[in-house]
């Protein structure tokens, strides 16, 4: 480029790209601000447009050329007089011909040759120096005649047959022997100079792009490198991982498209997180003249790092483990590239969005110590944005997938893993004054900032659901987050229960004050409306509300699921039919069975959806056992209405029970929950001679304690609690500390094989991860 020194009033030979793009070596498109230098102020200053601001605070500075040959810039405007004198011999005879500025594989041709190759001679007649240039061409040794030499004869041609026609734009002010005399005529052999070049510059571009093919010419042969270029330039820089399955991050890949659909079938189904932008809606979003092309690298590999997590656990939910894990490697790798430097704050949500993805993929793979980690880096990016869309989406799926945490750990502060001096807690600076009756009456806050950096949301979410208590967020994220609520204080439920007759006794006796939750607590100061029951009819009438206002085709499977199955664990019963179950119970027992046997994907949700499913097959068995003992000891079988019942309950056990052990068998050890045993189809004596129909005696039961109520109480904990059954509590503890020894025995059973061919990617993705973490700490330590 030719840019104007002010100071001297000469020309000066500028570089072709900025001193910032030179230093780190990226592509500059030669504008001041170039896009790289706009695209760095904009997330620097957190700006979303350009409009009003200086160009001399981009900091876009172009220097000078110094190094020898063509100056940078457009090829042939301007030439070194000794870069002249050093090519001239070897020129000579290109410039006898009027072709001049030979230099590689760019020429300039001087008039009397661009008239030469429309047929027009010094003469002006046609055809005269045609041959010359022809000759030119055949003798070879240069590209550029070669060029000439391919379109010489068909602009000729073309030359011709405007010069002699009637119908041209020049009209007939050509005499018969063909010679120019106006200058219209001129003007239309401009035209075709200009046409020919555009041809030239065409096909040019067009071998870029296509293969050569074997016969080509030595020209056509001369562009096959630069077809990898486009490929080179967007790959730059990324590792192995990423390269390899960037093509599944395209919209037109099938295989891409299929494992996002197992994503959203399961994962997403209950999340319903927005979706993830392209890179053409991110320009969008960013505002200006922004492509795809001059998106930051940092920005880049955020996107990039969010769609991989998703397929990624995609491919866990379609058994493709191998995959799987390789893709979770990737995401790893794109985090790792974008998180030195800031990304821009529109993009901040996406990257929160990974880290959450991924967290979900390790806590999946059993590693609740790095999904702890992740879910508090994910919420470091949370607490930096303002009031953004999904956000309250986001904060209902944390919450739901912490009330299974909750549930893992038995709501024990104590046992969870201390990980504040790798990632430290965030600042609770943020405490906003009550704005709403809601926030006065529930003591909580429903700002999102002050949600993420209460002191006691860093672990788990607890206490009273704030997004629940929001009126002003969508209904679906408040029904989710109702029945997280609902799942903590049945949580609870479960472990004052099982603590209460020793710890709470010793602790009256000394007159202390026996320990509470936070979610205690909070139900007990509003109990009619944050009461486990009045949570789930709440989130009933709340996913009525979202479906009587929306028009999609989901069914929202996975919601109808949880609900069906907590209105039957807080329902009361009827001790005095078979089971202990009443009507109803029965009734949304067998759809969470039939839901899971038509849609068995929908055991990969967030949350406790595995263990409810697991404790609803339970209540299934002390169904069937009940129906069985109603036999008299003549060996009477059962009504009509009775058999009917038995068989479609055994027939959905049964069915329910073979998808539970596939799906426990690809789970973790310390993740899954009962083993159920199989019923004893053989004949017998009923009742007293022979044991029960399924022996829940042999059942390897599961670590979490309100998941031990359904086993060993036949109902919810919920359920037990209001019953008051005390008198029970230490022949519960005997059982259970049988049923556990039975558990430590014969729990290695039900191991999976492990595979030998992924414990180098497993490896490999847990030093990537550490190093991950180890950079994240520096980072949000300092």
């Not at 008239?115 to 002006?124: K, T």
């Not at 509300?545 to 009361?572: R, T």
């Not at 046997?597 to 404790?615: D, K, M, W």
């Not at 073979?658 to 009742?687: D, E, F, M, W």
Request: glycine share 6%; proline share 5%.
């Amino acid at each position: 480029q030719m840019r104007p020194n002010t100071t001297s009033g000469l020309d000066v030979a500028l570089c072709a790209s900025c001193d910032r793009c030179r230093s780190r070596k990226t592509k500059c498109d030669g504008v001041r601000p170039c896009s790289n230098c706009t695209a760095n102020y904009l997330k620097k200053n957190r700006l979303d447009s350009i409009k009003h601001i200086d160009p001399k605070l981009f900091n876009c500075v172009y220097s000078p050329a110094k190094r020898r040959g063509p100056v940078p810039g457009k090829a042939g405007q301007v030439r070194k007089a000794d870069a002249m004198e050093q090519t001239g011999k070897r020129n000579g005879n290109l410039l006898d011909l009027g072709i001049t500025g030979v230099e590689g594989n760019d020429m300039m041709m001087s008039p009397q040759a661009q008239l030469a190759s429309l047929g027009v001679g010094p003469s002006g007649a046609f055809g005269s120096d045609s041959s010359v240039v022809s000759h030119s061409a055949d003798k070879g040794g240069n590209g550029a005649s070669a060029i000439h030499h391919h379109f010489l004869p068909q602009q000729s041609n073309l030359g011709r047959l405007g010069m002699h026609t009637s119908r041209s734009p020049v009209g007939p002010a050509v005499n018969v022997t063909g010679i120019n005399t106006t200058s219209q005529e001129m003007n239309f052999l401009q035209q075709q100079i200009q046409l020919q070049q555009q041809q030239i510059a065409y096909d040019q571009m067009m071998k870029k792009m296509r293969p050569s093919a074997p016969n080509d010419s030595i020209m056509s042969n001369s562009f096959t490198r630069p077809e990898k270029l486009p490929e080179l330039t967007n790959n730059i820089g990324l590792a192995k991982s990423v390269t390899q399955h960037l093509s599944l991050l395209e919209k037109s890949s099938i295989d891409g498209n299929r494992l996002r659909s197992y994503y959203e079938l399961s994962i997403d189904g209950l999340n319903r997180l927005p979706p993830i932008p392209s890179d053409e809606e991110y320009c969008l979003c960013l505002g200006g003249s922004m492509n795809p092309s001059m998106l930051p690298r940092f920005d880049l590999a955020a996107l990039r790092a969010a769609r991989f997590a998703e397929i990624a656990l995609g491919a866990l939910v379609n058994d493709q483990e191998s995959l799987a894990l390789e893709l979770s490697n990737a995401t790893v790798t794109c985090l790792r590239q974008c998180v030195e430097d800031p990304v821009h704050p529109t993009c901040v949500y996406d990257v929160a969005r990974a880290y959450y993805l991924h967290g979900l993929f390790r806590c999946y793979r059993g590693d609740l110590v790095r999904y702890f980690k992740y879910r508090r880096v994910c919420l470091t990016h949370l607490s930096q944005t303002d009031s953004v869309q999904g956000i309250d989406a986001f904060l209902a799926a944390i919450s739901f997938h912490d009330s299974w945490a909750y549930m893992m750990y038995n709501a024990n502060e104590d046992a969870l893993p201390p990980i504040d001096d790798t990632i430290p807690p965030l600042s609770s600076d943020c405490d906003a004054e009550p704005t709403t009756a809601a926030e006065t009456k529930y003591k909580t806050s429903t700002n999102p900032r002050a949600v993420i950096n209460a002191y006691k949301n860093q672990m788990w979410m607890q206490g009273a659901p704030p997004v629940f208590i929001n009126n002003e967020a969508p209904p679906l994220c408040r029904c989710l987050d109702a029945l997280a609520c609902a799942v903590r204080s049945c949580c609870d439920k479960a472990n004052n229960r099982f603590n209460g007759t020793s710890k709470d006794t010793e602790m009256r006796g000394n007159n202390e004050a026996v320990s509470k939750s936070v979610t205690t607590l909070a139900v007990t100061a509003n109990e009619n409306e944050l009461a486990c029951r009045n949570m789930v009819l709440s989130a009933f009438t709340l996913l009525q509300q979202h479906e009587s206002h929306s028009f999609n085709i989901d069914k929202n499977q996975g919601y109808h699921l949880i609900i069906s199955a907590m209105d039957a664990f807080v329902e009361g019963g009827d001790e005095e039919e078979a089971g202990g179950l009443s009507d109803s119970q029965i009734q949304s027992l067998l759809f969470v069975c039939n839901t899971i046997i038509e849609h068995p994907y929908l055991l990969f949700q967030p949350g406790p959806t595995y263990h409810i499913v697991s404790n609803s097959a339970i209540l299934l068995c002390h169904l069937l056992n009940g129906l069985h003992s109603n036999r008299d000891l003549s060996g009477k079988d059962l009504g009509d209405l009775e058999i009917a019942l038995f068989d479609t309950v055994l027939d959905t056990f049964l069915s329910v029970r073979k998808i539970l052990n596939i799906h426990s068998a690809k789970l973790p050890v310390n993740l899954r929950c009962h083993g159920i045993p199989r019923p004893n189809l053989s004949k017998g004596v009923p009742n007293e001679e022979s044991g029960p129909f399924i022996d829940l005696g042999c059942t390897i039961m599961c670590n979490v304690r309100g998941c031990q109520s359904f086993v060993l109480m036949g109902c919810s904990p919920y359920v037990a609690s209001e019953r008051g059954q005390d008198a029970s509590s230490i022949q519960l503890k005997k059982d259970l500390s049988m049923i556990v020894e039975i558990r430590e025995n014969g729990g290695t059973c039900m191991e999976g094989p492990l595979q030998s061919e992924l414990s180098d990617l497993r490896t490999e993705l847990d030093v990537d991860d550490d190093s991950l973490l180890n950079a994240l700490s520096r980072i949000i330590s300092s």
